[in-house]
Nanobody, 125 residues
Framework: RVQLVESGGGSVQSGGSLRLSCAAS????????MGWFRQAPGQEREGVAI???????RYADSVKGRFTLSQDKAKNTVYLQMNNLQPEDTAMYFC???????????????????WGQGTQVTVSS
């Protein structure tokens, strides 16, 4: 079965940086989508950044220019570099992965059946 192991969350001050990692194992697909969603208390889970097996990447408008998603295929790992973090970035961040889906669905949480346990990111002003 697919396993996603996340790391790298923490607490920073506004303007700081963090890097999240998500290591995948047990997946059967050669083409896939993988990336990050986040969920703040009382809010819906929202897509942050997704990358596919070909390296195509999409970002939510709220993080463009600040977050960078990359992947190391040899390690089956994706990395989310988060710079200039703001208090509104505070949330639980979840790694998600599934077989490749059309790009217009990438930020729909319901399209992903495999999730990590989540890692907390807290940004103080």
């Amino acid at each position: 079965r697919v396993q996603l192991v996340e790391s790298g969350g923490g607490s920073v001050q506004s303007g700081g940086s963090l890097r999240l990692s998500c290591a995948a194992s047990g997946y059967p697909w050669s083409t896939y989508c993988m990336g990050w969603f986040r969920q703040a208390p009382g809010q819906e889970r929202e897509g942050v950044a997704i990358i596919d097996s070909e390296g195509d990447t999409r970002y939510a408008d709220s993080v463009k220019g600040r977050f960078t998603l990359s992947q190391d295929k040899a390690k089956n790992t994706v990395y989310l570099q988060m710079n200039n973090l703001q208090p509104e970035d505070t949330a639980m961040y979840f790694c998600a992965m599934d077989v490749w889906i059309p790009v217009e669905w990438w930020f729909l949480a319901t399209k992903y059946t495999n999730w990590g346990q989540g890692t907390q990111v807290t940004v103080s002003s």
